[in-house]
């Protein structure tokens, strides 16, 4: 069964830092470009960060741009999103994403989703 499974969720108060991972299992996913996304309650999935397949490649949203980072290894796990200064509007589940469409931000070019990892920033 191929699954990807977050973690690195929790309570943190606004300025702070979260680290998110994301582990697969079943296949690998070294081919795959990564990408995290995150739901609000009563709002759509909107893509965050992005990396293509080798790491070389990032992408980012405006609105985590300069304070998030996602980095990969594919020697170890997937994907990780290190979160710096995070505000009260960054506040939602955060889901772990594998397709094949390098830069992509649909939800549709995304294949594998993991079940996500809640992150709430307290003012």
């Known amino acids: 069964q191929v699954q990807l499974v977050e973690s690195g969720g929790g309570l943190v108060q606004v300025g702070g830092s979260l680290r998110l991972s994301c582990a697969a299992s079943g296949r690998t996913f070294s081919s795959y470009a990564m990408s995290w996304f995150r739901q609000a309650p009563g709002k759509e999935r909107e893509f965050v960060a992005g990396?293509?397949?080798?790491?070389?490649?990032?992408y980012y949203d405006d609105s985590v741009k300069g304070r998030f980072t996602i980095s990969r290894d594919n020697a170890k796990k997937p994907v990780d999103l290190q979160m710096n200064g995070l505000k009260p509007e960054d506040t939602a589940i955060y889901y772990c994403?594998?397709?094949?469409?390098?830069?992509?931000?649909?939800?549709?070019?995304?294949?594998?989703w993991g079940r996500g990892t809640q992150v709430t920033v307290s003012s």
């Open positions: 994403a594998a397709g094949h469409g390098d830069g992509a931000r649909s939800i549709y070019a995304y294949d594998y």
């Open positions: 990396v293509n397949w080798n790491g070389d490649f990032t």
